[in-house]
């Protein structure tokens, strides 16, 4: 039987696992933290750890808790995850926080690197002309969200959104969706983790679904949002759950 107890002890050696003797929170947060955020939500089933710290660097990076997302990349490096796939979780949260924050967020992770003498990866050349990533940005559109992707604001004859919308597909989708570091399915955990972080429901909703069209099961989309809760809010999470609920009820 689970008890706050037995959640306190798993919390904590999670904890220690992840973060050794400090994981940055003050003393009189060590018993919630170990018990609420490492025991009961970081130790659930369903969603590998890897998977999870994938979700926890994206939701602080979207929201942009720095010192605390140092600290994650940190464990991040200690649980195995490459330096490139840190990095390329902070350049995606870019399309939907904003490159600002992925450019502060990216100086964290530069920083802890240097710190512990991991090498940044290096940029490597991306070549492809603005067609090319229009092309490749609508198919894969298409094999994300079928037919939803000319729906909404993506709706091709909406003038407004169209005024905006095309470089979302060249350099969303087109672009970093396909660069090296990450696979399709992990950009999707990263996506839906950093909507429900910035409280964007209907994107929850809309990548949620998708998300099964890459490989991720309904528990493993829920548990992103679940990871979050911690991180970036246990009410932005229950929100994003509450959009999801009604897409994801008959799958």
Same mark, same amino acid.
């Given at each position: 039987?689970?008890t706050?107890? *037995?959640?306190?002890?798993?919390?904590?050696?999670?904890r220690?696992?992840?973060?050794g003797?400090?994981?940055?929170?003050?003393?009189?947060?060590?018993?919630?933290n170990a018990?609420?955020?490492?025991?009961?939500?970081?130790?659930?089933?369903?969603?590998?750890?890897e998977d999870?710290?994938?979700?926890a660097?994206?939701?602080?990076?979207?929201?942009?808790?720095?010192?605390?997302?140092?600290?994650h990349?940190?464990?991040?490096?200690?649980?195995?995850?490459?330096?490139?796939?840190?990095?390329?979780?902070?350049?995606?949260?870019?399309?939907?926080?904003?490159?600002?924050?992925?450019?502060?967020?990216?100086?964290?992770?530069?920083?802890?690197f240097?710190?512990?003498?991991?090498?940044?990866p290096?940029?490597l050349?991306?070549?492809?002309?603005?067609?090319t990533?229009?092309?490749?940005?609508?198919?894969?559109?298409?094999?994300?969200?079928?037919?939803?992707?000319?729906?909404?604001?993506?709706?091709?004859?909406?003038?407004?959104?169209?005024?905006?919308?095309p470089?979302a597909?060249?350099?969303?989708?087109?672009?970093?969706?396909?660069?090296?570091?990450l696979?399709?399915r992990?950009?999707?955990?990263?996506?839906?983790?950093?909507?429900?972080?910035?409280?964007?429901?209907?994107?929850v909703?809309?990548?949620?679904?998708?998300?099964?069209?890459?490989?991720? *099961?309904?528990?493993?989309?829920?548990?992103?949002?679940?990871?979050?809760?911690?991180?970036?809010?246990?009410a932005?999470?229950?929100?994003?759950?509450?959009?999801?609920?009604?897409?994801?009820?008959d799958?």
């Amino acid at each position: 039987m689970t008890t706050r107890e *037995s959640l306190r002890q798993q919390g904590e050696a999670l904890r220690q696992r992840l973060f050794g003797d400090d994981d940055g929170a003050p003393a009189f947060m060590r018993t919630i933290n170990a018990e609420a955020s490492y025991g009961a939500i970081w130790s659930r089933p369903g969603l590998a750890l890897e998977d999870r710290m994938l979700c926890a660097l994206a939701a602080l990076g979207a929201v942009q808790r720095l010192p605390k997302l140092r600290r994650h990349v940190g464990a991040a490096l200690r649980l195995g995850l490459a330096p490139r796939a840190i990095v390329e979780v902070l350049i995606q949260i870019g399309i939907y926080a904003g490159f600002a924050a992925s450019e502060e967020a990216v100086e964290v992770a530069a920083a802890e690197f240097a710190t512990r003498q991991v090498a940044m990866p290096e940029e490597l050349a991306r070549t492809g002309s603005l067609e090319t990533l229009s092309e490749r940005g609508r198919k894969l559109m298409e094999q994300l969200h079928g037919d939803r992707a000319s729906q909404g604001y993506a709706a091709p004859s909406n003038a407004v959104t169209g005024a905006l919308y095309p470089l979302a597909i060249q350099y969303g989708y087109g672009e970093i969706w396909f660069r090296p570091g990450l696979d399709l399915r992990q950009r999707a955990l990263v996506a839906v983790a950093a909507f429900a972080a910035l409280k964007l429901e209907s994107q929850v909703q809309k990548f949620g679904q998708s998300a099964l069209n890459m490989g991720l *099961s309904r528990t493993e989309v829920i548990e992103a949002v679940i990871q979050t809760a911690p991180l970036s809010g246990f009410a932005p999470a229950l929100n994003a759950l509450g959009a999801l609920s009604g897409a994801l009820s008959d799958k």
